[in-house]
């Protein structure tokens, strides 16, 4: 299991913490796999981008009408978080489904 986050999120750290045995990706550190995000973006479409994040913010006009998987590849901390990879499942978030579908209580 994978969990691709920020270091310094709060969710993530909460999901790390109820996941302790997933290799934790920094993707501001190490990026995303394009494979990866190619394959969660195909799974969560435009939900995929973090429209709330101050790097959203900080994007002019002409940035936001590029192509999500563009974006995403040029700017990792647009991603919503955590995503999780799961052997051939994904999980957006860590919301209560993402948690009961991991067996977490």
């Known amino acids: 299991m994978r969990l691709y986050g920020l270091k310094t999120c709060d969710t993530c750290r909460k999901a790390l913490k109820s996941l302790p045995d997933a290799e934790f990706v920094d993707v501001r550190a190490q990026g995303v796999p394009a494979e990866v995000l190619a394959r969660a973006f195909a799974r969560f479409g435009d939900t995929l981008l973090n429209t709330r994040s101050t790097t959203w ?20 901390t647009l991603m919503k978080r955590p995503l999780i990879e799961n052997g051939a499942e994904m999980y957006l978030g860590w919301t209560p489904q993402t948690q009961a579908s991991l067996g977490i209580v």
């Open 57 to 76: 913010r900080g994007l002019d006009a002409a940035e936001r009408a590029r192509p999500a998987l563009d974006l995403l590849a040029d700017h990792p």
